[in-house]
């Protein structure tokens, strides 16, 4: 059938309403969602307002953090010593649990897979000065920033955090990766290594070019258990002698106890899926060569503090005038990554002294390794003991697993948890509980 013929003079009038009506529908649909996200955000902020005398952080809107309200400052080294009670977020009711299980079921949860910490990012930046205010306040040398990656792959997330704790614009992760591609490519191995389970996405902050520089003595430590991985990771970070002294790669495994693991070798770099367990594959065994294990304490002891002088005189320095026995901040952000043995290398005794002093945690969660014969739901648990409050951590958006757990949540598949030490940086805490209020109110993970 023909198409009937074009009426001139443009559209009529009953399509012109028809159009308008529409474009006023969708004005009003956008104008409501911003509504309840303001809402919420206020609500939210007087909440926690009126629980912990303000902090600072209820910024409403999405002006960038550098217009964004600036929190209380905290003793960056020991935010607890006013000795004040420890400030939780309230326990879902059984109403908050309903919705966050309509809201976010498992596909939802699923999303978490790689997930973008932007609230970390924030928190950083809004915080910067306050901490170099403080510490001239105390006459105590600011606390360097350490990080600690326990299965650090290829590395180029790990050198993203050194770019954020230090504000050196040498240190790009993008170089560090193209400089690894490199070599790779010059010792003829096989382009499979570009592979990634999750793809490189780096996300410039604001205030990334900004004159606050976060701490030119931030260390970070890249631990990786493949040996060709670890061997290209020591000769791509050769290649940056700016700031390789910053960027510390060891070749070990992480465990409960300290020892030795088998690992496959194989003959190219940068697989991200094996774990020790493969050893016991026949395909695998003959490849598996033995690596030096640690727990995470003695890791973080002999490793990090040992080889950190400005860390240790802080550390002195700060319990010497404070006069406190509660542990101070000595790991700022600690990743795991360990392929399904993260509350293996966690939750067994080996890290009970480092998770007291670290103020920041994320860690893998699914159904391979350990994980398998472990519940998340008592890793939530025994974290709470140690004074963290965890959410799923998504893109640039949190759910809350805390007092807030319920049984579908044991997915037992590839996501991430993300958890602030509420005694040791209670303004990241709520920072956090703030993203995942905000959460509420927008679509998706």
């Not at 009126?50 to 809107?61: K, S």
Request: glycine share 6%; aromatic share 10%.
């Amino acid at each position: 059938m023909a198409r009937p013929p074009k009426k001139k003079g443009g559209k009529s009038q009953q399509e012109k309403t028809d159009n308008d009506s529409g474009t006023s529908t969708a004005a009003v649909i956008r104008s409501s969602k911003r509504i309840l996200v303001t809402l919420g955000t206020l609500f939210v902020c007087v909440t926690l307002w009126l629980e912990r005398d303000g902090i600072g952080l209820c910024a409403v809107g999405s002006s960038p953090p550098s217009q964004q309200q600036q929190p209380i400052p905290s003793n960056h080294s020991n935010a607890n010593s006013s000795k004040q009670p420890l400030w939780f977020p309230p326990a879902c009711s059984e109403d908050e649990k309903q919705f966050i299980a309509t809201k976010f079921p498992i596909p939802q949860l699923k999303l978490t897979n790689c997930p973008e910490n932007s609230w970390y990012d924030d928190y950083l930046y809004l915080t910067a000065r306050q901490r170099q205010e403080q510490s001239h306040a105390d006459k105590l040398p600011q606390k360097p920033f350490v990080a600690v990656c326990l299965g650090c792959n290829k590395g180029d997330d790990a050198v993203g955090i050194l770019r954020k704790f230090s504000g050196n614009p040498q240190v790009s992760a993008t170089q560090f990766q193209r400089t690894m591609v490199g070599i790779v490519k010059s010792q003829g191995q096989s382009r499979k290594f570009l592979w990634r389970a999750c793809p490189a996405k780096p996300r410039p902050h604001p205030m990334d070019d900004h004159h606050l520089w976060m701490d030119q003595n931030a260390v970070v430590h890249c631990v990786e258990a493949m040996p060709l991985t670890a061997q290209l990771l020591n000769q791509t970070r050769a290649q940056f002698p700016a700031w390789q002294e910053n960027f510390v790669v060891t070749h070990a495994a992480m465990g409960a106890t300290d020892g030795s693991m088998l690992f496959p070798g194989g003959d190219r770099a940068g697989i991200e899926f094996l774990n020790t367990q493969f050893c016991q594959k026949p395909e695998f065994r003959a490849s598996c060569v033995d690596v030096p294990m640690y727990s995470v304490d003695t890791y973080v002891q002999e490793k990090v503090l040992a080889a950190n002088e400005p860390l240790r005189q802080a550390m002195k320095l700060a319990s010497r005038q404070q006069q406190q026995e509660e542990p101070s901040l000595v790991i700022d952000f600690l990743s795991v990554d360990v392929e399904g043995f993260d509350w293996e290398v966690l939750g067994k005794g080996g890290a009970d002294w480092t998770l007291a002093r670290t103020g920041y945690l994320e860690f893998e969660y699914h159904e391979a390794g350990m994980w398998s014969q472990s519940k998340l739901q008592d890793a939530i648990v025994a974290l709470k003991a140690q004074k963290f409050v965890c959410y799923w951590a998504g893109r640039h958006a949190l759910v809350r697993i805390t007092d807030c757990w319920q049984d579908y949540m044991e997915i037992h598949t590839w996501s991430n948890v993300a958890c602030a030490n509420v005694a040791l940086l209670p303004d990241l805490a709520q920072a956090m509980e703030l993203v995942y209020q905000k959460t509420k109110y927008v679509e998706g993970l």
